[in-house]
């Protein structure tokens, strides 16, 4: 038995012409935030984190980006993307 989406109650959803409609404005956004925020290494905006990392070694995959643990912190090696080689 497949469950019905809570969506299905809302009083306006049997009216919708496409009932699953994505909005591509908010996915171009959020891609593009992704994508900025990654090759330019801005905080909020990466999705660059320890988890990813992580992922990568056991995947074995690009070992030079492993995170570096130093007593009681943890580094990330930067990565080289086309943005920053164009800077040298």
């Given amino acids: 038995m497949e469950e019905k989406s809570i969506f299905f109650d809302l009083p306006y959803w049997s009216r919708l012409e496409v009932i699953h409609f994505?909005?591509?404005m908010h996915?171009?956004?959020n891609v593009c935030d992704s994508l900025i925020g990654t090759l330019l290494n801005i905080n909020e905006k990466t999705k660059d984190d320890i988890n990813v990392r992580l992922d990568l070694i056991k995947m074995n995959i690009r070992g030079k980006l492993a995170p570096i643990e130093m007593g009681k912190r943890t580094y990330f090696p930067q990565p080289v993307t086309p943005c920053q080689k164009m800077k040298k």
């Fill in 27 to 29: 996915v171009e956004k």
């Fill in 22 to 24: 994505i909005n591509v």
